[in-house]
């Protein structure tokens, strides 16, 4: 379990955030509960981050329906609204740097080799897995493991300012 929280808590944390306007712990540990107490129901047909991007995302709308969310928002104060004002004017920034952020990754992505551009495009933006993109590209699982491995590498070298 401690593999899984490591691998996946960024992007928890990242769906958590943007849909429910707030990191929010609780959400972020029901993820995991859920993980943990479902893992026996993964199937092996689809990618294990999507499985558990639909298990944070299923948590964030039960909570948005919950009554504990509905009692929160019914007493934010005026105190709270100018608050939220306030975040929402770095939100924008952190928005317009979010952007410039995603301008330099298609930038760097645009920049590989074709062969490399393939698949990690196929991998990271379409989710399809080594199988798939196998198929696709008429290549070896192999070779696709191998490509995207060279893939990200070249791209840690391009964005290592960025990251």
């Known amino acids: 379990m401690k593999e899984i929280i490591e691998n996946y808590k960024n992007g928890i944390k990242l769906i958590i955030k943007n849909m429910t306007g707030k990191y929010n712990e609780d959400i972020e540990q029901e993820v995991y509960i859920k993980t943990w107490t479902h893992l026996d129901k993964y199937k092996e047909t689809g990618k294990?981050?999507?499985?558990?991007?639909?298990?944070?995302?299923?948590?964030?709308?039960d909570y948005l329906k919950s009554s504990v969310f509905k009692k929160s928002q019914q007493t934010d104060s005026s105190e709270d609204n100018l608050h939220k004002l306030s975040d929402n004017a770095i939100s924008f920034d952190e928005k317009i740097i979010a952007k410039q952020r995603q301008?330099?990754?298609?930038?760097?992505?645009?920049?590989?080799?074709?062969?490399f551009k393939e698949v990690i495009v196929m991998y990271e933006i379409y989710n399809l897995d080594y199988e798939e993109i196998s198929k696709r590209i008429k290549k070896p699982v192999g070779t696709v493991k191998s490509r995207l491995?060279?893939?990200?590498?070249?791209l840690g070298v391009i964005l290592k300012d960025l990251l």
Do not use: Q, Y
């Not at 294990?48 to 709308?61: G, L, P, V």
């Not at 760097?108 to 074709?114: Q, T």
């Not at 491995?149 to 070249?154: D, H, M, P, T, V």
């Open 48 to 61: 294990f981050k999507s499985w558990i991007n639909t298990i944070t995302a299923n948590t964030c709308r």
């Open 103 to 115: 301008e330099e990754i298609i930038k760097a992505i645009n920049s590989l080799k074709p062969n």
């Open 149 to 154: 491995f060279n893939a990200r590498k070249e």
